[in-house]
C-alpha cells in the first residue's frame, strides 16, 4: 500500500467513529476501509466488484457472486402493523396490468396508445453539462419552452442536450450548435449502412420482432411495416412511452432505421411490477411469455417473411423471478432459427458487445468518428473498461435521433445513449444479413461481423489507444455474400 499515491477520504487519525476510505489514485478503486483491504477486483456487468476483503493477512470476506437489483426477502425487514399497512397500498397503488392479444386466428394491432404529453412549460434555467460526471442526460430540454433564455455562451451544454420537435428555441443560438443537423446527422444509422440501402439490402422479407414498452403504433417511422402490436403485462391504457418508439426506429424506421424494410411485430411488455412509489419487484416471466408468443406468431408466417431477430433492450439475472424462463424461451428461439439479441446476449450465446460514443456533428460513416460511449468513457480512459480488438463487436450508441412518442411525426434527438439503443442496432444488421445470406446463424454473423470489423487509435489527453472492434457493416454483408 506504501508504493501507491492514495486518496483518503476520512477524518485523520483513529477518533472518527467512521473508517477512513483509500482510493488508488491511479485506478480511482477503492482499495482500503479503515484496516480492511479490497482485493480481487472483477468485472460484474461493467461494474469493477471487489471479490476479497482482507484484514491483515485475515480473510475477512470472500465474495462467491454479485446479483443486482436481486431481490429482498420480507424477513429482512420490520414490517409495520397491517392496518398501517393497508393505508400505505391504499395511498401509494400501483398502476394496474393487462394483457391485449388478438382475436383467435388473426394477428392484430390490439391498440392504438395516445401521444405522449410530458407537460413541460418553461425553463427557467439551463443544466450546465458536467463532462467530469458519468451521469446522463444531465442537459434534458426535451419538450421545454427555451425562448426566454440567452444560450449565446452556452454552446457545449447544448451539444451535449437531448432535445425533440416540441423544444422551443430561442431565436438566436451559438454558432456552432446547428439543431436541424445535428438531428439529420443522429438520424444516420452510420457506418455505411445507407450505402447498403443503396444496393438494395434494407432488409426486405425479412420480419423483426420487439419486446419493449408502450409503442406509439402509428409514428412515419414504421406504421407502414407494423404488422402485428400486442401488449402482455404491461401498464393499463398507458401512453405512448419514449423507449418503444426508439427502439423500434432504430431497428426497422424508415429514416432512422438499419432495416428499413423490413416488417416488425412488437409486443409491449413489463417485466415486472410496480407494487409502490419506487417499489419494483422484476419479473421476466411476462418477457419469457412474450418471447414464446412471437415464437407461435412466426410459425405462421410464409417463409419468405419469417421473424429472424427478436430485439430485447434488457437483461436478466440469475438472482431475479423469471430467469429460467426467460433462459428456456431463448433456447426455444435458438431452435426455430431466431436470434435473441438482449443485454443478456453474453449469458444467452457467448457474445459481446459494447455501445460506441460519438460526437454530435460528427460523420456518423467515419469509423473515426466513433470513440468508448459517453456513460463508459472514463472507466475506459481510467484502465477499467479497456479490452483487447476481436473480442467484443462495437456498434453505434450515442447521439442518435430516434422516433419520439410525442407525435406520430415527430424527433428526439439522445446526446448519449445506453445498450438499450445498441441492441435494436445489432438487430436490424441481422436482419440485412438475413437477407443476404438465409441461412444465417447468430455464430456466423457475430463471426464474420469481428473478422471485417476496423481498429482505429483513439486520444484523450496524452493517451494514445487501439480501439476496435468497430463494425463494418458494408464489408460484413459482402464477405456474407462471397462465402
Known amino acids: 500500500m506504501e508504493d501507491r499515491d492514495f486518496v483518503v477520504i476520512g477524518k485523520a487519525g483513529e477518533s472518527s467513529p467512521f473508517p477512513r476510505l483509500f482510493f488508488d489514485k491511479q485506478t480511482g478503486l477503492l482499495s482500503k476501509v479503515g484496516r480492511v483491504t479490497a482485493e480481487d477486483y472483477r468485472e460484474v456487468e461493467g461494474v469493477k466488484v471487489p471479490f476479497l476483503a482482507r484484514e491483515g493477512d485475515q480473510v475477512v470476506i470472500r465474495v462467491k457472486e454479485v446479483a443486482f437489483n436481486a431481490p429482498l426477502e420480507d424477513s429482512l425487514f420490520e414490517k409495520p402493523s397491517d392496518k398501517s399497512a393497508t393505508r400505505l397500498a391504499e395511498a401509494m397503488p400501483g398502476p394496474a396490468y393487462e394483457t391485449l392479444q388478438s382475436t383467435s386466428g388473426a394477428l392484430e394491432i390490439v391498440r392504438r396508445p395516445p401521444v405522449a404529453d410530458f407537460r413541460r412549460d418553461r425553463m427557467e434555467v439551463l443544466p450546465r453539462y458536467d463532462s467530469d460526471s458519468s451521469r446522463q442526460w444531465q442537459v434534458d430540454l426535451r419538450g421545454y419552452d427555451l425562448r426566454q433564455l440567452d444560450l ?10 437531448n432535445f425533440d420537435s416540441r423544444t422551443h428555441w430561442p431565436s438566436s443560438l451559438p454558432s456552432g450548435f446547428d439543431r436541424d443537423r445535428i438531428m439529420e446527422l443522429g438520424k444516420d444509422p452510420g457506418l455505411g449502412i445507407r450505402e447498403l440501402h443503396r444496393r438494395g439490402i434494407t432488409g426486405k422479407g425479412i420480419s423483426v420482432g420487439i419486446i419493449d414498452q ?31 418508439p426508439a427502439v423500434a426506429s432504430i431497428a426497422v424506421g424508415r429514416n432512422v432505421g438499419v432495416a428499413p424494410e423490413a416488417d416488425l411485430y412488437y409486443i409491449a411488455e413489463m417485466h415486472g411490477t410496480s407494487r409502490s412509489q419506487g417499489d419494483f419487484e422484476w419479473d421476466f416471466t411476462w418477457l419469457a411469455q412474450s418471447i414464446h408468443r412471437l415464437l407461435d406468431v412466426n410459425a ?108 406520430t411525426n415527430d424527433y428526439v434527438f439522445y446526446s448519449s445513449g445506453g445498450w438499450s439503443w445498441s441492441v435494436p442496432w445489432i438487430s436490424g444488421l441481422y436482419a440485412l444479413a438475413s437477407q443476404v445470406r438465409p441461412d444465417l446463424t447468430p455464430e456466423i454473423f457475430w463471426a464474420e461481423a469481428l473478422k471485417t470489423a476496423k481498429t482505429i487509435r483513439v486520444k484523450h489527453g496524452t493517451a494514445e489507444l487501439e480501439f476496435g472492434s468497430i463494425a463494418d457493416p458494408v464489408a460484413l454483408i459482402e464477405r456474407l455474400q462471397n462465402k
Open 214 to 244: 408502450t409503442l406509439l403504433v402509428d409514428h412515419v417511422e414504421y406504421a407502414d411495416r407494423l404488422r402485428f402490436y400486442e401488449e402482455i403485462h404491461s401498464p393499463k391504457n398507458a401512453p405512448a412511452q419514449m423507449h418503444g
Open 152 to 161: 449565446s455562451d452556452r454552446l457545449n451544454d447544448l451539444l451535449h442536450s
Open 300 to 407: 405462421r408466417l410464409p417463409l419468405t417473411n419469417k421473424i429472424r431477430v427478436i430485439s430485447i433492450s434488457v437483461g436478466w439475472s440469475p438472482s431475479q423471478k423469471g430467469f429460467a424462463e426467460a433462459q428456456a424461451a431463448v433456447e426455444r428461439a435458438k431452435r426455430e432459427a431466431v436470434f435473441v439479441v438482449s443485454t443478456s446476449i453474453e449469458q444467452s450465446y457467448r457474445l459481446a458487445f459494447h455501445g460506441l460514443g460519438r460526437d454530435a456533428l460528427s460523420d456518423p460513416n467515419l469509423a473515426g468518428s466513433y470513440g468508448p460511449g459517453s456513460w463508459w468513457a472514463k472507466m475506459f480512459w481510467g484502465g477499467h473498461q479497456q479490452f483487447s480488438p476481436g473480442k467484443r463487436l462495437l456498434v453505434p450508441m450515442d447521439s442518435r435521433c430516434t422516433a419520439s412518442p410525442t407525435g
